[in-house]
């Protein structure tokens, strides 16, 4: 069995020109380049805050402000469609996207009913999503730049997961074809924790149906993820092949396993990935230990909600706010979203590597370039260089490698980590 070790390396924090994308019809607003979901100005958007249960509470507008006080740059909203709840009708939506926008958040609005379809008699199909969607298209067109489409909430339940991919993609097609530019994510079948890994291993055809290559994908992370084994497994799939995902809920404890949270938020952290966490207050009684905070008071926090809040890695920890809310100008983007382009890797062999990225335009000395090695969520030092062009020695054969360039620039500023590259030595002789 082949030993798993992510390598990255450290560049200049003044940005890299983008690599050439996909000849496809981006939308105005966020999107996806090069694995990762960015801002309509190329800025990174690592998308971390709550679900706020908006369709059964939706006299508790003031949650908003108080998501926002916690750290949070975006919220999870679940709308209703009148199957298994309340329909959320277009004026309501329309009022919780000006909510979202007043307090500078991300709005990912999920079609909640489809929950369990398959399973749960009430849920409604794939398609009754789609329909609910195309009702709103007129409230959501023309804010694709702070609002994502989420289009079906845990679409499947467990052992009805074989349309996923089919109905996933028309979903996406249909959407597409009405004029649609938003990101889409799509979520996974068996309650949302993809428990037969349909869709880990069927992404990349739902990826390839979409004409604005704009998706992303959303999986739950409840009791069947609980070692860091399974979390860094199923999370490292999709980083590995460049495909956007974030962890839509999760929590501490839960009545169908213990989820390890601790190890979604170091891998999300380490991989600058977007998690959410199930949820900001409200769940009944026997189920009151996922609130984040005592009977919607910000000032009142449960433990899980201390945890996931100011714990390590937890909400506070590095959370920036979208940039489309200081005007989305260029200056406005931070030095987190200059994430630096055009890393490569050649001359694999069974002892070594060479990584090669690009310099800048422009840029002065003193810049350096940092190697760091994560294993799992674990990130250690290994080099220094100011050249853009290394040799990485002392590997081990048949072992997969994975490499991402980060920036240092003369006042000690680091960039955000670019895409990964990754290498497979060959066996040693």
Request: glycine fraction near 10%.
């Amino acid at each position: 069995m082949r030993g798993v070790l992510v390598v990255a390396i450290v560049l200049a924090a003044v940005g890299l020109p983008a690599a050439p994308a996909r000849a496809v019809e981006r939308g105005p607003g966020i999107h996806v380049r090069d694995g990762r979901i960015v801002e309509a100005n190329g800025s990174d958007l690592v998308l971390r805050g709550m679900n706020h249960d908006v369709m059964w509470y939706p006299d508790k507008s003031a949650s908003f402000a108080g998501i926002k006080a916690a750290g949070a740059n975006a919220a999870r909203l679940p709308l209703g469609m009148g199957h298994q709840w309340r329909e959320a009708k277009p004026a309501e939506v329309a009022n919780l996207v000006k909510l979202c926008e007043a307090n500078r958040l991300i709005c990912i609005f999920d079609a909640h009913d489809t929950t369990g379809f398959g399973q749960d008699k009430k849920a409604a199909t794939m398609a009754q999503a789609v329909k609910y969607w195309l009702g709103l298209r007129d409230v959501l067109a023309g804010h694709e730049d702070h609002v994502i489409i989420n289009i079906a909430n845990e679409p499947f339940g467990n052992g009805t997961t074989m349309p996923w991919a089919q109905q996933t993609s028309d979903a996406i097609r249909t959407l597409r074809a009405a004029g649609f530019r938003h990101l889409l994510m799509v979520g996974g079948p068996g309650w949302g924790q993809d428990e037969s890994f349909v869709m880990r291993d069927q992404a990349e055809q739902v990826v390839a149906a979409d004409p604005d290559g704009n998706t992303a994908f959303d999986i739950h992370m409840y009791g069947q993820f609980n070692n860091a084994a399974k979390v860094n497994s199923y999370l490292g799939s999709f980083t590995k092949r460049r495909l956007p995902i974030l962890v839509g809920e999760f929590s501490g404890e839960h009545q169908w396993g213990d989820p390890d949270e601790d190890a979604i938020m170091a891998y999300a952290e380490a991989h600058e990935l977007g998690y959410f966490g199930w949820s900001w207050s409200g769940n009944d009684k026997q189920y009151s230990y996922l609130d984040l905070v005592h009977d919607f008071d910000p000032a009142s926090r449960t433990a899980w909600g201390q945890r996931f809040i100011s714990g390590p890695n937890g909400l506070d920890t590095d959370t920036r706010e979208a940039t489309v809310f200081r005007n989305g100008t260029a200056g406005a983007v931070d030095r987190r979203s200059r994430a630096p382009q055009g890393l490569v890797v050649s001359d694999v062999s069974n002892g070594s590597v060479t990584l090669r990225w690009q310099r800048r335009p422009g840029s002065v000395g003193g810049t350096t370039y940092q190697v760091v090695a994560l294993n799992g969520a674990t990130e250690s030092r290994v080099m220094t260089t100011g050249r853009t062009e290394v040799k990485l020695t002392g590997l081990k054969g048949s072992t997969e490698y994975a490499y991402a360039v980060y920036s240092r620039d003369i006042l000690g500023k680091r960039s955000p980590r670019s895409a990964l590259v990754y290498a497979v030595t060959p066996p040693a002789h």
